[in-house]
């Protein structure tokens, strides 16, 4: 697995989640309402600029009516 | 999704951790000489009282040669 850069699991999200919000046809402020979040945190998890905690990732699953598992999947 | 508590998914992430390091017979210390992370910070995310960054997840789904989608699998 050394094609893996610091990164890797940043992108895999921030993909998973445009790809979800597409899918559910949301906008980042349907996902911050529905989280708590702020929308500029999301659009920086989307923008592979933010850390983002499992609490947080539990809640970003729920919101996009998804699973962790399926987050960090690599489609 | 109601049966969601808010930490769920760090006890799906701590019990996918002990399973994965029993199925490699490797103990928190082996993890911690991997990812550089504390046998202490180890041990209090098994026990669910960390809430752990995806960075982190990623380095320790590598040191558990798995990935971030089996972490969070509900098995």
Chains 1, 2 share one sequence.
Not at 2 to 23: G, P, S, V, W, Y
Request: charged share 30%.
């Amino acid at each position: 697995m050394d094609q893996f850069h610091a990164h890797t699991f940043r992108k895999i999200l921030a993909r998973n989640m445009r790809i979800r919000r597409a899918e559910l046809d949301i906008t980042q402020e349907e996902v911050a309402l529905r989280t708590g979040l702020t929308q500029a945190y999301l659009s920086g998890i989307e923008r592979e600029k933010r850390n983002v905690t499992l609490d947080n990732i539990q809640k970003i699953a729920l919101a996009l009516e998804t699973t962790g598992a399926e987050l960090l999947n690599i489609r």
